[in-house]
């Protein structure tokens, strides 16, 4: 072969690897309503990395089920992100379903609740181990800071509510997690999405039959396909509202546009909805979903 064609070939081949490294990562941590791998279940994590553009960026799911702001940590998954973190990434967190409970039940992951400093230590009874825990909001400090200081820009995103419903209203979490999320983001300045509310509205206007099937059956955590899909389409448009961070620009230009729902569809499959269910005046503001362009 040539040299000068050796030469080319070389270029080219590190101009392919320069450019792949230069491209930026989104990075999802969480747990398993952001990945789940378990039959008839799905992660909007999942769903929301087919939204976004493979040509400008890469998404890599890290969430776990079973997680929470504090063992995602103490089992060395952030670590495993940090290593890999450069600057000109994303991270996207979202805790808080798995930080209840007590602090040295077998599980080992509930964290003390709200933002505060305070800690307490514990021998875990799960392996006799002595471990100071700390507060869901320090967890997510650690979290924002640690990814500022690798150049990383942080989004937090608070949880996705439950399939449970009071009054003929999807049941809120206003002064728990989504609240301590949002507290937490506005302390450090990370971005922040009101995930909690915004899935909550849309399951308000569905109303109670037409939510059923976004959930994989009896289960009101985890979300069924199409409810991972609804999910992650709201996702997209709040990502696109974002002031001050450039993540929306690697959306697909559809991303967040429209809304999953295809008209008068079977009920329960899991992934479509039967919009014959839902009041004509909620259906059509479902239908026009539209992204917010800043």
């Given amino acids: 072969m040539p040299i ?9 081949a590190w101009l392919t690897i ?8 989104l990075y999802l941590i969480g747990d398993s309503t952001v990945k789940n791998n378990t039959p008839g279940t799905q992660g909007w994590g999942d769903q ?3 939204l976004f553009d493979p040509a400008t960026i890469a998404v890599a799911n890290h969430a776990i089920g079973g997680r929470s702001s504090r063992t995602f940590l103490t089992e060395e998954r952030w670590n495993a992100v940090l290593k890999e973190l450069k600057p000109g990434d994303f991270v996207i967190m979202q805790f808080g379903h798995n930080d209840g409970g007590g602090l040295n039940e077998p599980r080992g992951r509930a964290s003390i609740k709200g933002i505060g400093e305070e800690t307490q230590t514990i021998v875990r009874k799960s392996d006799g181990k002595e471990e100071t825990v700390h507060s869901y909001g320090w967890y997510l400090r650690n979290y924002i800071t640690s990814a500022k200081a690798h150049g990383a820009i942080p989004i937090v995103v608070s949880p996705v509510p439950r399939n449970m419903w009071n009054d003929g209203k999807i049941s809120r979490d206003s002064n728990g997690y989504s609240l301590w999320a949002r507290q937490v983001a506005e302390q450090t300045g990370a971005g922040f999405i009101p995930l909690h509310d ?12 037409a939510t059923k099937p976004l959930f994989n059956g009896d289960d009101h955590t985890h979300t069924a396909p199409a409810g991972a899909e609804l999910t992650s389409r709201i996702l997209a448009k709040a990502i696109r509202g974002l002031r001050g961070i450039s993540l929306g620009e690697h959306l697909l230009p559809a991303a967040g546009a429209q809304h999953p729902i295809r008209a008068h569809g079977p009920v329960g499959d899991g992934v479509t909805l039967d919009t014959a269910a839902i009041p004509d005046e909620n259906r059509k503001s479902l239908e026009n979903l539209k992204p917010e362009i800043s």
Avoid: H, N
């Fill in 4 to 12: 000068r064609t050796l030469i080319i070939y070389v270029l080219l």
């Fill in 198 to 209: 915004l899935v909550a509205d849309e399951y308000d206007k569905l109303g109670t039959e």
């Fill in 18 to 25: 320069a450019s792949s490294s230069a491209m930026p990562t």
């Fill in 48 to 50: 929301l990395a087919k």
